[in-house]
């Protein structure tokens, strides 16, 4: 079986290398000449490091990145209130929100691409794609066509698979014109934290960045004829009271802040991933991770399915889990940005009457953190954790590997391995499905997940199996039916 992939962004890598991890044959196509080396996605949530983490693609983005971030409120040289991001992990994970670019997360998922075996085709265009009911004959630079068994769009916001594969993307403009600019500049503010300014022409933020004064300015333009680095220029002088001087231009780029979501990620042999199925605003950080999560997702039921352990009406869970993520996110971040632009007198006086006075209490700090993690992202309720009532982005992150309910995401806990090896769970998955026992308890057998699963060892109060994604499908006490009722029910059989 092999799986096409269009897009080499994080979500076509990760996707690649999650398949590849469990010896499923991949093409991957990106219509770029060359890898990008800018990028407007700056943070890897927690999640999203927990994904790169178990496709082993991790590496040392934490040492390389910003851990350690605040955001600071100004009003001219005045701090109004600082909200504490990333000092510490969240509780129930070993990793941290990383401040660093996109484009090193990708040279990060493209070592462990090479490492598998894999390789991008750079400059290489889908033009047609012609489904069946066994496969889909792909076309690329017009081209005599090839077969796939599935084609995968995770090639951005104008999504040639999206077009050709008929998926509606309806949205809405929510900013038109948006300034954005990396600059080496020596600031007299901080550079362990992000920075943000109320204007009469909107929000002005301040990115710091890897490296020496490298920071990334965005703010709105206030007209279409706006050369982007004076009015950045401008702008950030007269909010700090004094002349600055940008010694160096990374580079700098006019964008929009939109809102989309396809209707359906799946038709046929056609699904979509990332940005192809949605996008959103860059506020919060959450496109990039969105995106991780759809991949990971994606990649186990694809290799269930390949491996004749399940039936293709498996993937139709993909869009029953990840979609109505996708859609609270796009609520959220929405929100976020025209609460934090202030585009009329009702939302600037609501920011800075009562969302600002709120982020200085602790308790709320927490919240907005938990939320901005996508660690409570759960699948109870859904069609594999059928048992519980729905709960998608809720800001409570499990903890307590004893109190999980099937659907939620498990903390990444330590367990032994059969060779008597300590690990940490979310590492040795892997890809896999592990079964958790409590010491000294015996296996319950799993034999119809063939070689994709493994037996742990770990401090629980009954077998517990884990999804390959981390999220727990059974326990015996909480899923109201037995291990073999649990597969049938979701369908993991020929």
């Not at 694809?302 to 859609?327: F, I, N």
Request: net charge neutral; glycine share 12%.
């Amino acid at each position: 079986m092999t799986v096409f992939i269009c897009g080499a962004g994080p979500t076509g890598l990760a996707l690649a290398c999650g398949l590849l991890q469990r010896g499923i044959d991949i093409r991957l196509i990106d219509a770029a000449a060359e890898p990008a080396t800018t990028s407007r996605a700056l943070a890897v949530q927690p999640r999203g490091a927990e994904v790169l983490d178990r496709l082993d693609a991790l590496g040392d983005l934490p040492q390389r990145s910003i851990t350690t971030m605040g955001l600071t409120f100004h009003d001219g040289a005045r701090d109004l209130v600082t909200v504490q991001m990333g000092r510490n992990p969240v509780a129930g994970s070993n990793q941290s929100i990383l401040l660093v670019s996109q484009a090193e997360v990708e040279a990060q998922l493209r070592q462990r691409l090479s490492k598998l075996g894999g390789t991008v085709e750079w400059g290489v265009t889908l033009t047609g794609a012609v489904a069946s009911a066994d496969g889909v004959h792909v076309t690329v630079d017009d081209a005599t066509p090839t077969r796939a068994d599935w084609l995968i769009g995770c090639d951005g916001a104008h999504s040639a698979v999206r077009k050709l594969g008929g998926f509606a993307f309806p949205g809405e403009a929510i900013i038109e014109r948006f300034a954005l600019a990396d600059v080496r500049a020596h600031l007299p503010i901080g550079h362990d934290g992000t920075h943000a300014w109320a204007h009469r022409d909107g929000l002005m933020f301040a990115f710091p960045l890897p490296g020496d004064n490298l920071w990334r300015l965005i703010a709105p333009l206030s007209s279409d004829d706006t050369d982007v680095l004076d009015e950045l220029h401008r702008r950030l002088s007269e909010l700090l009271g004094s002349t600055v001087e940008f010694d160096e231009v990374e580079w700098s780029s006019v964008f929009r802040i939109q809102r989309r979501l396809a209707d359906r990620y799946r038709s046929g042999r056609l699904l979509l991933a990332g940005d192809a199925a949605h996008i959103n605003s860059p506020f919060g950080g959450q496109g990039m991770n969105t995106g991780l999560g759809d991949a990971e997702n994606l990649a186990w039921k694809l290799v269930l399915v390949a491996k004749g352990l399940a039936g293709e009406q498996l993937l139709d869970t993909y869009e029953s889990e990840r979609r109505p993520v996708a859609s609270e996110v796009g609520g959220a971040t929405t929100l976020l940005t025209r609460m934090m632009l202030g585009g009329n007198l009702l939302t600037r006086t609501l920011r800075d009457r009562v969302a600002l006075p709120l982020a200085r209490q602790s308790v709320i700090q927490s919240r907005v953190r938990a939320a901005g993690s996508q660690l409570g992202v759960s699948y109870r309720g859904g069609p594999l954790a059928p048992s519980g009532r729905r709960r998608v982005l809720p800001t409570g992150i499990t903890t307590d590997l004893a109190a999980a309910h099937c659907g939620d995401r498990v903390p990444d806990v330590k367990c032994r391995l059969a060779d008597g090896e300590t690990a940490q769970l979310h590492r040795a998955l892997g890809g896999r499905w592990a079964m958790l026992i409590p010491d000294g308890c015996a296996a319950p057998a799993v034999q119809r997940l063939g070689g994709e699963v493994i037996t742990l060892v770990a401090d629980v109060p009954e077998p517990m199996l884990v999804r390959p994604d981390a999220h727990l499908a059974w326990r015996a006490s909480r899923a109201g039916m037995g291990l073999d009722g649990y597969l049938d029910r979701v369908s993991l059989h020929r």
